[in-house]
């Protein structure tokens, strides 16, 4: 009869018919007498099974060894070629595999292809605790016929009903398409058969057949694409018998001494089956092998840890084993290691030795992690002051050291971070796009304002220094000073002097209490004099024309005798001098920013003139250069004041304060100059130089008023069209030195 054919079924049935195999012999050890075989294929023969006369205890136990029609061959129980042999232990179990029952049907229910599997099995008896009775089908009946000694025993069995393929669950085999239900005890032979009540005539559709079997517990699974393919059709499923020797009991053999052929060697115990009749040999607790061949022979607990207790040291006896203390330890070497315990100055030694080693290795551990953290952070300052152009800057400062002591510090980090207070919240003083300032006390006693940048240009570093060498060089009262720098930072930092006074944006529109602000004229033009003083000085006069790029009223301080100091120039450009004008991104903050450089990206010395063109205007109205809470028209002020002189309309968009005190004509003649600075194309504002020169005649005449130099005022000129805010697009709008008073420490 041939085997099913599927593969899938193939898979499976060949991990269900792999029973776990009996632990190998230890080496050395007969499994067989000797001349016998010991294996058929892959199944070992261990005796008291055997393959021919003279290798097995009797003819219940012969196995027909088949390699004519099988490579590898195959084992087979009693001359039989229908009961395959998958496993033998010599505990008493047997795996072998039988055929399913099988009863189909065609669509007009006339039965056909009927199989019923009948098995004698000798003094062999199918395992009522290892194996169970299955039926499969929608319209099934199966049923198990069991014989006792040749005699009918009993029947038994299931049924399966279900109306359709959607009933049926796949795993579950509790009735609807599979049934199970367990083997009486003691039987050695048996039939199956499957039939059905309705000939599978309401659910031939999916299910023409029904199937009946005994099978290993646990080696089935049912699926619902058993009921309509040919997963069951001529299929082997495993069983488990369970055999025995003889048929008397152990009292019999051993007490009565009434068999003579007492098959149970040395080291072994009788044991009486609860399955059919007889006895089984079993070897006693602590000893290992074939209990029908030679005995049994000790196991050496000591090797398999697995096998003993002992938690110190293990010692191997014959069928036991004896636990004993290590040295330094005392007791009576129990089992589970409790009765040794350790001799009191063995102990102190040992904890004295740990304790030693212990604080010598933490102690060796700190040390080095220690030392390697200080090297490496060396190694990071070092890194940092390269990659920031420190050395560059120190060969700067040395050659210009030579011909003046007013130069630039290089400061350790160690150094501001002491100043600082490790940059503490609570010494910020200002914030920005570029970075954040903080106040700081040098170890002289000098206030400084350090700023830390956010970020810097890896490929400007050489202007970076270049910047950092002039500014250091500007020895002008009107300049915040430029004290020193650090290189040791990821991003350098920079030191100024500290201006205690706050911003010029703050002193004109007094964001805390704009009630208070009652700046006279004279102030407001000696504050622009100075501020366009500084901005000559940085286009005319210094050795490397610088361009400041972002003049505004927070980049102005004042001091205590609210004299200007122009800060933050961390968005200046040194200008070559044989340039007149660079190609730059567009960077400056919104409402000062110079219309003609935001349409050409082309940076020039006109830039500035317009910016401070707007904080001119600041100071003459003292309204903000941007307003988005104010009418559309009035939100530029620039674009504002501009429209206000075009309509004639100048003395309504002054400050009152200085309308009342100032001489009107000043007021306009200022007024105009900032027009000047206000237009569009930049050829036609005038230098800084220039401006400086006027606000300083019309500050003498503030100061002197009996002196007049009757200048012709300038013609009004409008802006030729207004410039959109909304789309400027622009870089910047950092912090400064000047927002740095915010919150002194």
């Known amino acids: 009869m041939a085997t099913c054919s599927n593969p899938l079924f193939k898979l499976s049935q060949t991990q269900l018919t792999s029973p776990p195999l009996p632990s190998p012999p230890p080496p050395g050890e007969v499994e067989v007498r000797p001349g016998c075989q010991d294996k058929c294929g892959n199944v070992s023969i261990p005796y008291p099974f055997g393959t021919k006369k003279g290798c097995y205890l009797n003819e219940d136990f012969l196995i027909t060894c088949n390699g004519t029609h099988y490579d590898p061959p195959k084992p087979f129980l009693l001359n039989s070629d229908s009961i395959e042999v998958t496993n033998i232990s010599v505990h008493g179990k047997l795996y072998i595999t039988l055929y399913t029952a099988e009863q189909c049907y065609n669509k007009s229910g006339q039965p056909i292809d009927k199989f019923t599997n009948s098995v004698t099995l000798s003094n062999f008896f199918i395992s009522n605790t290892d194996n169970v009775f299955v039926a499969v089908g929608c319209d099934t009946y199966g049923y ?31 009735g609807i398409g599979c049934c199970q239900t367990p083997i009486a005890q003691g039987l050695s032979s048996f039939e199956v058969s499957a039939t059905s009540y309705d000939n599978h005539t309401d659910v031939y559709s999916f299910n023409p057949c029904s199937f009946a079997f005994v099978v290993q517990e646990g080696k089935f699974k049912f699926f619902s694409n058993m009921l309509w393919s040919d997963y069951l059709t001529n299929t082997q499923l495993p069983v488990v018998l369970d055999w025995s020797v003889g048929t008397e009991t152990c009292a019999n053999v051993v007490e009565k001494k009434q068999v003579p052929n007492y098959t149970c060697q040395g080291n072994t115990k009788c044991h009486d089956v609860e399955n059919g009749s007889g006895y089984r040999c079993k070897c006693k607790e602590g000893y290992q092998g074939n209990p029908y061949l030679n005995g049994c022979h000790d196991i050496d607990e000591c090797e398999v840890p697995e096998l003993n207790t002992c938690k110190q040291k293990c010692i191997n006896k014959e069928g036991n084993y004896t636990c004993s203390c290590h040295k330094g330890y005392h007791g009576d070497g129990r089992k589970d290691g409790e009765g040794c315990t350790p001799d009191r100055t063995f102990v102190i030694q040992i904890v004295v030795g740990i304790s030693i080693g212990l604080v010598s290795l933490l102690t060796c551990i700190s040390w080095l992690y220690l030392g390697y953290k200080r090297w490496k952070l060396l190694k990071l300052k070092e890194k940092f002051f390269r990659q920031n152009g420190g050395i560059l800057l120190q060969q700067q400062l040395s050659e210009r050291q030579r011909s003046s002591h007013d130069t630039a510090k290089i400061f350790t980090a160690g150094e501001l971070e002491k100043a600082a207070k490790n940059y ?322």
């Open 424 to 745: 503490h919240d609570t010494r910020i003083i200002g914030k920005g796009g570029f970075g954040t300032v903080y106040k700081g006390f040098l170890a002289d006693g000098r206030v400084v304002a350090i700023k830390k940048s956010k970020m810097v240009d890896q490929s400007q570093i050489e202007q970076f220094i270049n910047e950092v060498v002039v500014l250091s060089q500007i020895n002008h009262r009107n300049v915040v000073k430029l004290l020193g720098c650090c290189f040791e930072t990821e991003v350098p930092l920079l030191v100024y002097e500290f201006v205690t006074h706050g911003t010029l944006f703050e002193y004109i529109h007094n964001t805390t209490n704009s009630s208070k602000f009652n700046a006279p004229w004279e102030i407001r033009l000696r504050i622009a004099t100075e501020t366009a003083g500084v901005l000559s000085y940085l286009h005319s006069a210094a050795s490397v024309p610088i361009i400041h790029r972002d003049v505004k009223s927070t980049n102005i301080l004042l001091d205590e005798n609210l004299t200007a100091k122009v800060s933050d120039f961390g968005a200046s450009r040194l200008v070559p001098l044989d340039e007149a004008q660079l190609s730059t991104m567009v960077q400056g903050t919104l409402g000062y920013l110079d219309p003609e450089y935001l349409q050409t990206s082309q940076l020039t010395e006109k830039s500035d003139v317009y910016s401070f063109g707007v904080v001119l205007v600041e100071l003459l109205t003292r309204k903000k250069a941007l307003s988005f809470n104010k009418p559309e028209e009035e939100r530029n002020l620039a674009m504002y004041f501009l429209s206000a002189l075009k309509d004639d309309r100048l003395l309504q968009v002054l400050d009152d304060c200085i309308v009342t005190e100032a001489n009107v004509e000043q007021l306009k003649e200022v007024s105009n100059l900032a027009k000047r600075c206000l237009r569009v194309k930049g050829e036609e504002r005038p230098t800084m130089k220039e401006v400086a020169m006027e606000l300083e005649g019309l500050r003498r005449m503030v100061m002197h008023p009996w002196v007049n130099d009757n200048s012709n005022l300038e013609e009004s000129e409008c802006l030729l069209g207004e410039i959109s805010i909304e789309t400027i697009t622009y870089e910047g709008g950092g912090e400064s030195i000047g927002d740095q008073h915010k919150n002194s420490v």
């Open 144 to 174: 198990i016929m069991g014989y006792k000694n040749g005699k009918y025993g009993y029947t038994g069995g299931c049924t399966t009903q279900c109306g359709s393929i959607d009933y049926v669950a796949n795993g579950s085999c509790t």
